[in-house]
C-alpha cells in the first residue's frame, strides 16, 4: 500500500491545523504523508499552539501558515476541515472529516490545551485507522 496523504485545514493554518499536523508528523513516524494549509492564511502560527506543543514536546515554532490550494486538495487521501466551512474545495473519491473544534485564536495557554489534547486523541485514531 502507498503511504497515505492527509491534508488539514482551517481558515487561518495558524492553530488547529498545524497542531494537527504536527501530531500526525510526530505519531506517524513517516508513514503518512502530512500537509496543511488555510482558506485565509494568516502571517505565522499562533504563538500559543506553539506554546501549547512545545508542552508536549513537539516543536511547530518553524512552520508557516500556507494557503488552501486545489493541488494540495487533489494529492490527499484524507482532508480533515476544522472549520473552513464552504471555502473548502470538494473532489469526488477523497475521504473528508469535519472535526468540531474550538479555535484557540486570540485563547490563552489554559484553553488552547484542551484543544490540543482533543486533537492528539483524534490524530491517535487516524494514525491508528492510516497505518
Same mark, same amino acid.
Given at each position: 500500500m502507498s503511504t497515505p496523504t492527509v491534508l488539514f485545514v482551517c481558515v487561518? &493554518?495558524?492553530g488547529r491545523s498545524q497542531m494537527a499536523a504536527g501530531f500526525l508528523q510526530h505519531l506517524a513516524g513517516g508513514r503518512?504523508? *502530512?500537509l496543511s494549509?488555510?482558506?485565509?492564511?494568516?502571517?505565522? *502560527? &499562533?504563538?500559543v499552539a506553539v506554546a501549547a506543543m512545545a508542552e508536549v514536546g513537539i516543536d511547530i515554532a518553524a512552520e508557516q501558515p500556507?494557503?488552501?490550494?486545489d493541488s494540495a *486538495? !487533489?494529492?490527499a487521501d484524507v482532508v480533515i476541515t476544522m472549520g473552513c466551512g464552504d471555502e473548502c474545495p470538494f473532489f469526488p473519491g477523497k475521504r473528508y472529516e469535519d472535526w468540531v473544534?474550538?479555535?484557540?485564536a486570540?485563547?490563552?495557554?489554559d484553553a488552547v490545551r484542551?484543544? !490540543?489534547?482533543?486533537?492528539r486523541r483524534r490524530v491517535e485514531a487516524l494514525v491508528a485507522e492510516l497505518t
Open positions: 487561518h &493554518n495558524a503518512v504523508e *502530512v494549509a488555510g482558506s485565509q492564511p494568516a502571517d505565522q *502560527v &499562533n504563538p500556507k494557503a488552501l490550494t *486538495v !487533489r494529492e473544534l474550538d479555535d484557540p486570540g485563547q490563552g495557554i484542551p484543544i !490540543r489534547d482533543e486533537i
